[in-house]
């Protein structure tokens, strides 16, 4: 069990949740399939919170490496970019027709590479078990956190509304926004 404890270790235990995170996103997928809403929030938000976790057992531990920090941007890219969005496309989106739709589908298309481009940008400037102290654009757990929002709302304001702030949040995952890191 010594692997557990190694920062060279692929399964060490900081990667081994980050591993359940991406767990949660795979079986939330499943779920929006389908169209149990429900159960797909849940393993969302619980993706989101081992999230926190395997950052806080990296850094106390020592177990940050160059790996870790590729499998958590790929965890983060599934679990708070392409779920959510799959999620408003399932569950919004989904009587649109004609022209409705392709807007959605590209404004749910411009949110994910917007996602993609923001993990990238932060894993070049990334250094093992270092810290900042803002982030430069929101963060995508952040750009989640606004999309299920924005979800909750949704019988109120309406499918245009939701495609609007999408595509601003989608922008603001690459802004010069400055965000206190926690």
């Not at 499943?30 to 797909?40: D, G, L, M």
């Not at 589908?105 to 102290?133: C, H, P, T």
């Not at 982030?135 to 750009?143: E, K, M, Q, R």
Request: aromatic fraction near 14%; proline fraction near 3%.
């Amino acid at each position: 069990m010594q692997f557990l404890w190694r920062s060279t270790s692929h399964f060490n235990l900081a990667n081994l949740v980050t591993m359940a995170n991406i767990t949660c996103g795979l079986l939330a997928t499943y779920f929006i399939t389908q169209n149990h809403f429900t159960a797909a929030v849940i393993l969302a938000w619980m993706g989101g919170a081992f999230d926190i976790i395997d950052g806080k057992i990296a850094r106390k531990f020592g177990l940050s490496n160059e790996f870790g920090i590729q499998l958590d941007s790929f965890a983060d890219f599934l679990s708070f970019v392409l779920v959510p969005t799959f999620f408003i496309f399932q569950s919004v989106y989904t009587d649109l027709t004609g022209l409705p739709l392709i807007i959605t589908s590209m404004a749910s298309i411009y949110y994910v590479i917007s996602g993609l481009r923001r993990l990238i940008q932060f894993n070049i400037n990334a250094d093992a078990g270092e810290v900042a102290k803002h982030f430069i654009g929101i963060p995508t757990p952040l750009g989640a956190i606004l999309l299920w929002l924005v979800w909750l709302g949704s019988d109120m304001i309406g499918w245009m509304a939701v495609l609007a702030l999408m595509v601003t949040i989608g922008a603001l995952l690459n802004s010069k926004v400055k965000i206190p890191h926690l």
